[in-house]
């Protein structure tokens, strides 16, 4: 199957129905040995047993800045190319961008208690992942204040493209500002500070969400598809009707 | 030690990953057993796409009917 073919709904479902149990079952797999190596990893010699929490925090950033990211390629799909796919894809990622930034900052807020003695700052790494939380918010407000969904798709799109701006501001805040998060410690010029027995669990954990996030995502592609199909027929049965 | 000091909040950040992760898996999985059933309810009172109705031949049938 070409790639442009799963430009078609229809191909997409069958592709997508063939593929969610597989993800599914490798995804499990993932999180049974990252979470094994999380747990086995030693303590960090500076934060101690709460490194732990870094395991969830570092993926779950990550994967809400991908999921902004994803909704902006999709923006432009839906706006430029009027692709099929793109206004499915960005309705489906939004809850689950808004699920992993929210678990970002929940996680981080527990490791900021033991580590800084303070559940909340507002630095400018916090606040700019704030900022894409509310952003999300209000994308998915917008989904369902507007009922047709090709005329959502158009303000959702220039939205999302507006609010594009915060993923470079929340990556590079703890550069441009001095803020009390620490700098870039994963991917960074001259290599990671973090030590290879934290820094592989960290890797195996983001690898496991990333498959969730994957996984979770053609799964909510799927219904959202389903639900356009559902929305069409009952249309169809209204005019059928008057 | 840190570890005992700490279990608290490590405890409380992997139980916020678990509700959140359960929640989107429920939610995915819960709206996908609506719309399945919001299609099938639709398709037992006769209304199905064009498409699938050509392909099941019923529509076929019909139009060879009327021709």
């Known amino acids: 199957m070409a790639v442009i073919d799963l430009a078609n709904p229809s191909r997409f479902l069958t592709l997508a129905n063939r593929t969610i149990p597989w993800l599914g079952g490798v995804t499990l797999i993932a999180f049974a040995f990252g979470i094994n190596q999380a747990m086995i990893a030693p303590d960090d010699y500076q934060q101690g047993a709460t490194v732990k929490i870094m395991f ?5 950033a990550w994967l809400g800045m991908l999921g902004w990211g994803l909704m902006t390629v999709a923006a432009l799909g839906t706006l430029v190319w009027r692709h099929p796919l793109a206004d499915v894809t960005a309705k489906a990622a939004a809850p689950i961008g808004a699920a992993f930034t929210l678990l970002c900052l929940v996680t981080g807020s527990l490791w900021g208690r033991p580590e800084w003695g303070t559940y909340w700052v507002w630095d400018a790494r916090l606040t700019s992942e704030l900022i894409l939380f ?3 918010l209000g994308v998915i407000a917008l989904w369902r204040t507007v009922e047709d969904p090709s005329r959502a798709a158009r303000a959702v799109a220039i939205l999302t493209l507006v609010g594009a701006i915060d993923l470079p ?8 500002w001095n803020t009390l998060h620490q700098g870039s410690s994963v991917f960074r010029l001259g290599g990671s500070t973090i030590y290879p027995t934290i820094l592989i669990p960290l890797f195996l954990m983001a690898a496991a969400f990333t498959l969730l996030f994957v996984t979770l995502l ?8 389903l639900r356009r199909r559902v929305r069409t027929l009952r249309l169809m049965q209204a005019s059928a009707t008057s | 030690m840190a570890a005992t000091a700490h279990i608290d909040f490590i405890a409380a950040a992997y139980a916020a990953a ?3 992760v359960g929640g ?4 995915v999985m ?4 609506a719309q399945r059933r919001a299609l099938a309810d639709l398709e037992m009172h006769g209304i199905t796409r064009r498409s699938e109705a050509m392909r099941s031949g019923t529509a076929m049938q019909q139009a060879e009917e009327e021709a």
């Open chain 1, 56 to 60: 969830l925090h570092v993926p779950s």
């Open chain 1, 134 to 136: 509310l952003l999300y």
């Open chain 1, 169 to 176: 501001v929340i990556k590079f805040s703890v550069e441009w």
């Open chain 1, 218 to 225: 053609l799964a909510a592609m799927r219904n959202e598809i």
């Open chain 2, 18 to 20: 678990v509700i959140t």
């Open chain 2, 24 to 27: 989107l898996i429920a939610w």
């Open chain 2, 30 to 33: 819960l709206d996908y057993r």
